[in-house]
Nanobody, 126 residues
Framework: EVELVESGGGSVQAGGSLRLACTAS????????MGWFRQAPGNECELVSD???????YYADSVKGRFTTSQDNAKNTVYLQMNSLKPEDTAVYYC????????????????????WGQGTQVTVSS
């Protein structure tokens, strides 16, 4: 059984930093697709960043230069380092994984990636 467990969410003031972690069991991130998504109340699910099968990374324009995705294959964990946080970054953040790239549209927590974390709340106050 595949399980993705997220950690690292919380509350921070604008300008602060948080690091999210997504650890997988029953699934290997190395050579697979992995994405970070977020959803704020009243908003659609948004792809924040992903790592494709070839190791290339994508960042949404809204986070480019502030967020960094990295991968520790020995720990089977992917990280999202979030710096210079803004109130508009407030959302529930989800990690997702699949054996292949699934595109950028998603319903957070359910589709289209096969595997999803439980979601972790990030709140940025002004």
């Amino acid at each position: 059984e595949v399980e993705l467990v997220e950690s690292g969410g919380g509350s921070v003031q604008a300008g602060g930093s948080l690091r999210l972690a997504c650890t997988a069991s029953g699934f290997t991130f190395d050579g697979s697709y992995m994405g970070w998504f977020r959803q704020a109340p009243g908003n659609e699910c948004e792809l924040v960043s992903d790592i494709n099968l070839d190791g290339s990374t994508y960042y949404a324009d809204s986070v480019k230069g502030r967020f960094t995705t990295s991968q520790d294959n020995a720990k089977n964990t992917v990280y999202l380092q979030m710096n210079s946080l803004k109130p508009e970054d407030t959302a529930v953040y989800y990690c997702a994984a699949d054996e292949s790239w699934q595109g950028r549209a998603a319903l957070c927590g359910t589709w289209p990636s096969k595997y999803w974390g439980q979601g972790t709340q990030v709140t940025v106050s002004s």
